[in-house]
Each structure stands twice: as structure tokens, then as C-alpha cells.
């Protein structure tokens, strides 16, 4: 772009008068449109190694499927023979050859084909499988050169009219890498599941809490190099690696894929080149997850909510409830992010909303048109009113659903009104195992429950203390049971007339070769809104 088009465009952008905050906001925009587009269309071709030499073994960070439909997945691996160092390739396209099978020896192999991983996207691929038979269990392997990846394990969804008997997933989120070993993910992997739903905070990008077990690499990520770095030393743990490798995954993002707390454009710390931070960290998640070429981001944008159908039987609907977000309400002085607050007239404001206008109606259109029997509704942090009591009376965290009450009523309200065959929340976030009943109104001991939530542990990140959840048990009725000691992941079978969820609770989050055992189990029936324990 030459400096006349470019002088046009920001003269267009930020016009002579407007306040400097409106124009800095519009200067960014430009750039990192500049950016995504310098992403999508390289200046200039590059060679492409059809017989690449590595300097190591270049599939350090496994594989993995996603995106499950009726007629195919998602296929995903990066090239990073040096995962700590930028990957450790060159500026250089590279082809890989890749090749499905029906069977785990690859005796029968059903389709064969080609990628290439560029640098642009840090040598990541996404094979985009469609005209494969439903409800099939595939395994497929990546080749570059003479190297040959680990075998992954993929299914199909059933076909949008199939009667489904049943469904077995998980469900998982929060792990951060120093506070604990991925037991957890290497349990998942033996479960015999369909599919996996990771809900967010896949890295973190800070360093906190106590007794770390292993220590980032790099300091708190800001740049795209940065964010690569740290997903390849997450994507490292053989652990995690197994975990990816035995099933899809449905993927979400929370906070930590970017920054702690951030809301929308705004960050903690009120970083005034946040947008351009976000772009390099939505860019990375996007190279290192199984997500369809339709997730891939525009600068700072990235449409990841989405839907999934298995058969007759379950539809997921997948939320995001950062990008779009207001502000979290009365938040401290100078700062951004969240609050605890008792007296807050702003997070009590109608217009808020959690998931955008645009989202929020995308939601309550599927839930109209909805035609499996069980809809599950995945999404990041605990849905369920946690009213905790202060010395300035009822108080509320404004990260999670607390600080948006009136999108949660619409939300409620909208599942009240249309009626969707059995909704299941399911969420995580705040590293505690909660099982709630779902209302319009908390407030009233007559409101109907209209759905049913089960918010999962963490992985690994560290939760709140048996004192503290006592409390918010006593204080919350419509809270079924709570327990933030220990890490894990929420385990789900859906039958026709029944929903069983299994909290998975691991030993200790703090030895690799932890084991694992159930610690409560709740049942959910057919037309009966609310858990009961098993």
C-alpha cells in the first residue's frame, strides 16, 4: 500500500475534530486490518519444500480434530521441530501429506491428501474433512519429509435425523500449566468418549497462584511470537497431547487465551494497544486449535460461537462471552476488569449484555428451532446467581454472569418462552464443581427452575476455599452442591431419557502420575428440569 492510499484511509478514519480517545481507537482499527490483510495475502510467494529436512522431529505438539459434523472434521498439527523458539522453521511454505483410515493400522485407508503449512500461520494446518460417512470413528496421521506424526482418532457426528441413543462426552477448562501436571487430560483420554469441550483458559498468560510443580518459558505473552510460544509449551504435555489425540474437541475461549478479565476492547490494565494484543493472541488460538476455516480471525475479530448436532439427540450450542461483552460495571479506579461490589446502580443496567446483540439472538434463534431432545448450552463461567454477603450487604463478582443480571434473565427468560427440549448449561472458569437448579427470578422461591447447570473444575488452576463455598451453598438455595478442592473434569452420558454427569476428580493436580476417582454423580430426566444426586 503506497502512503497516499494509506494517508486516505486514516484521513477517513480519524476525520479532523474527533476526541482522541475515538481517534487512536480508529488509527488502531486500520492497523490491524493492515495486519490481517498483510496475514491473508504475503507480499510476495515463497518457496514450498515438498521434501522438507528438519532439524528435529517436527510434530512436537501432536495432533488433534475438532468441529465434528455429520460429514466430516477438522484435522490440525503444526510443524515446530523447535516449539520454544518460534517453532524453529524457516520462512518457508511447507507440504505435508496426510492420510485417513478406518482402522488404527491404517490397513484401510479412505482418503488421502496434501496441506501446506505456512509461515504466515506458523506452520499450522487445518484440514477441513467433508464427505466422510456419519457417526464413524476415523484415524488419521500427518507426513513431512520423512517424519510421520503421531496417530490421532476423530468421529463424525451422527446425521441431524438419526436417532441417537446416546452421547458420552466431557467437559473441561482452566489449566494452567504451573500450578499442576495434566493427569486430568491423561484420565479423559481413557474414557471412551465421542467428543471433548474444552470451555476456555486453554494457556494462561500470566503466572500466579501457589505451589507451582513447572514454570513458564517466557514472560507474560504481548505478541504473536509471544502467544506461540506459549501455546507450544501447553501443547507439549504428552498428556494434553493424548487427550487431543483420542477424540474431537469443541473448543471455546475465555480470558486467559488473551488477558485476564478483559472485556471486549477494554483490558485489565486499560492497555491502550489492547486491540493489537488481541489480534496476536486470537491469531495464535486460531494456529493451534481444530477450529473451521470460519473461525479464522480478522485482526481483533473472530466469530467462534457455533452449533453441533448429534443426531436427534443432542444439539450443542457454543457461546462466547468475551469478545462481544460490556465493560464490567464499576470497575476500581484506573483499572479495568473486575470487581467484587454491593452498591453498583451500572450492573444492574438493562442494555448490558454478556454475548452481544448479534449472539444473543443467534442463541435464542436456535433454541426456537431446536429439535434434538437434550440442548446443551456451552459456555465459560458459573450461570447460576452467586450472591456472596459483605460487610456492605449482597455482593457480586461483575466477571462472571453476576455483573450481567439482566442478559442472564433474558437468557432464562428466552429458554422459559421457547421452551428447548431439556437444557443443560454446562461452564467453568471459576475452578469449583457447582450443580445448580435455573430461574427467571433468584429472588422469588416460586420461579420456575427452566433448566439445569453443571459448571466442571479445573484442570489444574487453583479454587476456592471449603469455607468460602459453604457460604455461597448457604446462601444460594438454587445451588445444588459446590466443591473447589479438587481438579478434574465433569464427565457426561446423555441418553434418551436420561442425562448422568460424573464429577472426575483427580488425587493430586500435583503429581504427573496422579490417579482419579468419581466424587459425586447427578442424574437429570427427560421433561424434569433440576439434578438430583445419584
Known sequence: MNRKTLAELLRRAAPAGMPASQCRRAVLRIATALAASAVLAPLAPRKTWAQPRFSAYPFTLGVASGSPRADGAVLWTRLAPEPLADGGMPQANVELAWELAIDEGFRNIVRTGTATATPDFGHSVHVELTDLEPARWYWYRFIAGDAVSPVGRTRTAPAPDAVLERLRFAFASCQQYEQGYYAAHRHLAAEDLDLVVFLGDYIYEASWGRNHVRKHATAEPYTLADYRT????????????????????????????????????????LDPDFLARRAAAYQAYYEHMPLARRALPRGPHAQIYDRFTFGDLVQFHVLDDRQYRAHQACARPGRGGSNVVADCAERLASGRTMLGAAQEAWLADGLARTRARWNVIAQQTLLARQARTSAYGQSFWTDGWDGYPAARARLLNDIARLKPSNPLVIGGDVHCNWVADLKPDFDDAKSPVVATEFCGTSITSQGPSPKQVLAWL??????????????????????????????RALESEKRADSGIYTLATFTVENGRPGAQRA
Open 230 to 269: 506459549r501455546h507450544a509449551q501447553y501443547k507439549s504435555d504428552p498428556d494434553l497431547q493424548r487427550s487431543h489425540a483420542a477424540a474431537p474437541w469443541i473448543v471455546t475461549w475465555d480470558d486467559h487465551e488473551v488477558d485476564n478479565d478483559y472485556a471486549d476492547d477494554r483490558s485489565e490494565d
Open 474 to 503: 448457604t446462601e444460594n438455595p438454587h445451588l445444588r452442591y459446590g466443591n473447589g478442592q479438587q481438579r478434574g473434569y465433569v464427565k457426561m452420558e446423555i441418553e434418551r431419557d436420561t442425562c448422568t454427569a460424573t464429577l
